[in-house]
């Protein structure tokens, strides 16, 4: 059973970076997209950026520009570099693969102030 543990959130100012990590078990990492969602209370979670194993990516509008999601499959680990944050990306923060493949890990809270 895979196991994913979210990493690297915190308390930020509006314009501040944070750096999320997750670190994924199982040998079949390398070979998955894998993507980082958020949720915020009352609401779906959503996917937010993803990136296949051949490191292609994708964003949701809302982030395009300002997030960079990358991997070290070496490490099975994959980051969600957040800069030029946003009160409105105050959210827990998690990884899978946008299929939800797996289950869930207990995510990171990012909290950003205004």
């Known amino acids: 059973q895979v196991q994913l543990v979210e990493s690297g959130g915190g308390l930020v100012q509006a314009g501040g970076s944070l750096r999320l990590s997750c670190a994924a078990s199982g040998s079949i990492f390398s070979a998955r997209t894998m993507g980082w969602f958020r949720q915020t209370p009352g609401k779906q979670r959503e996917l937010v950026a993803s990136i296949t194993s051949g490191s292609s990516t994708n964003y949701a509008d809302s982030v395009k520009g300002r997030f960079t999601i990358s991997r070290d499959n070496a490490k099975s680990t994959i980051y969600l570099q957040m800069n030029t944050l946003k009160p409105e990306d105050t959210a827990v923060y998690y990884c899978?693969?946008?299929?939800?493949?797996?289950?869930w890990g207990q995510g990171t809270q990012v909290t950003v102030s205004s």
């Open positions: 899978n693969t946008p299929t939800r493949m797996y289950r």
